[in-house]
Structure formats: structure tokens, C-alpha cells
T-cell receptor
Framework: NAGVMQNPRHLVRRRGQEARLRCSPMKGHSHVYWYRQLPEEGLKFMVYLQKENIIDESGMPKERFSAEFPKEGPSILRIQQVVRGDSAAYFC??????????????FGQGTRLTVV | TQLLEQSPQFLSIQEGENLTVYCNSS?????LQWYRQEPGEGPVLLVTVVTGGEVKKLKRLTFQFGDARKDSSLHITAAQPGDTGLYLC?????????FGAGTTVTVRA
């Protein structure tokens, strides 16, 4: 029973390039979340998606960042025109259908983005 | 400003000793989760507590959720080097998790 799968594990991009991070949720999970962990900081919520729907993107920077979770295939977090400040660990989490007022999320191993 | 405050920030103890990590907030959460994260890896879910006053035990780990569902503690009995890691608490408001900054625990052999 595979867990949340993220790839690549490590990604190096030059300033101005695009970064695409992929996440396949656990089997049976229909909810996907992206979190960012900056050095010496805690994990910060970025976006919550269900299949073909963005439910909450309140934690996403207004520019250059986008996320999708298509009907088929993994969820994608895209960062355009990367800058050094985007260097961080990006984690994807998934959860099963929500019970009322209850959330249990399982995290992937993360993608460590380094912008040079 | 962190929504959840964890203390202490760092904890170094000898194998066999006990330790307690605290997670405090002024907010009420629908549930609270504890994770352990090792360097270069993602957070691994240890436990979810839902009911105020709830106590859960996982082998040598004991988790408690405060009566008002604002705070929690993690107690490890007879710590082992394998318990070394970053312990994170996360409070849930609906689907959104708010994480503490974590407590780095080092257990020396």
C-alpha cells in the first residue's frame, strides 16, 4: 500500500526557470494539500485541491505559483520564473474523504527545491 | 507569529530518560496531530487526537489533548536513540493544518 509519492526528491533550477513538482496521493485519497517548509521554519499551508478543483489557495503566493489536480494523473505544483527565495522543501499530503471537523493527513517525502 | 507554540525548541537527553514535549495555542482545534520528521524526509503521522481530555498511548509514547482542545503534550518513557527526530504538532481547522515550529529531540546512547 504505497504512501504519498512525490517526485522529484531533489530539484535544482536556475533563477528564471520553471519548477514542476508532482504528487500522487495515497490510494483511495481524493484530497491533496501542498505545504512549504522554509529553512528553520515550520510547515506552511499553501493549497488544498480535490480532483479538478482548487478548494483553497489562500497560502499560495499571488504570482508565479499555481497548482492543479487533474482528473487523471498526479497533482502538480508549478513555480514559474523561480527566485532564490523559492528554495525550500515542498511537501504534498493527502487525506481520504473528509469527516465533519476531522482531518488526518499523510505526507510524502517532499521535493527539495534549490534555486541557484 | 506561530499559531502553535512548541516547547522546548531543543531537547537532548540520555538513553533511558523520560521527556515531555508541549504544544500550546490560544485557538481551539477540531483535532490535533503529532508527527515525527527525520532529516531529508517528510513528516510521519504518529497520532491524531480528537476529543478534549483524550489520552492515547503508542508503546512508549503517550499523547494527551487538553480539555479545551487548545494544547497537547507528548511524553516519551525510557527514550531510545531511535526516538531522535523533529517532533511536530499540528492543529486542524477543518482541512487546514497549522504546524508548530517543532521540537528537536536528541537521545544519546
Amino acid at each position: 500500500n504505497a504512501g504519498v509519492m512525490q517526485n522529484p526528491r531533489h530539484l535544482v533550477r536556475r533563477r528564471g526557470q520553471e519548477a514542476r513538482l508532482r504528487c500522487s496521493p495515497m490510494k483511495g485519497h481524493s484530497h491533496v494539500y501542498w505545504y512549504r517548509q522554509l529553512p528553520e521554519e515550520g510547515l506552511k499551508f499553501m493549497v488544498y485541491l480535490q480532483k479538478e478543483n482548487i478548494i483553497d489557495e489562500s497560502g499560495m503566493p499571488k504570482e508565479r505559483f499555481s497548482a492543479e489536480f487533474p482528473k487523471e494523473g498526479p497533482s502538480i505544483l508549478r513555480i514559474q520564473q523561480v527566485v532564490r527565495g523559492d528554495s525550500a522543501a515542498y511537501f504534498c499530503a493527502s487525506s481520504p474523504i473528509q469527516g465533519e471537523g476531522f482531518t488526518e493527513a499523510f505526507f510524502g517525502q517532499g521535493t527539495r527545491l534549490t534555486v541557484v | 507569529t506561530q499559531l502553535l507554540e512548541q516547547s522546548p525548541q531543543f531537547l537532548s537527553i540520555q538513553e533511558g530518560e523520560n521527556l515531555t514535549v508541549y504544544c500550546n495555542s490560544s485557538s481551539v482545534f477540531s483535532s490535533l496531530q503529532w508527527y515525527r520528521q527525520e532529516p531529508g524526509e517528510g513528516p510521519v503521522l504518529l497520532v491524531t487526537v480528537v476529543t478534549g481530555g483524550e489520552v492515547k498511548k503508542l508503546k512508549r509514547l503517550t499523547f494527551q489533548f487538553g480539555d479545551a482542545r487548545k494544547d497537547s503534550s507528548l511524553h516519551i518513557t525510557a527514550a531510545q536513540p531511535g526516538d531522535t527526530g523533529l517532533y511536530l504538532c499540528a492543529g486542524a481547522h477543518d482541512y487546514k493544518l497549522s504546524f508548530g515550529a517543532g521540537t528537536t529531540v536528541t537521545v544519546r546512547a
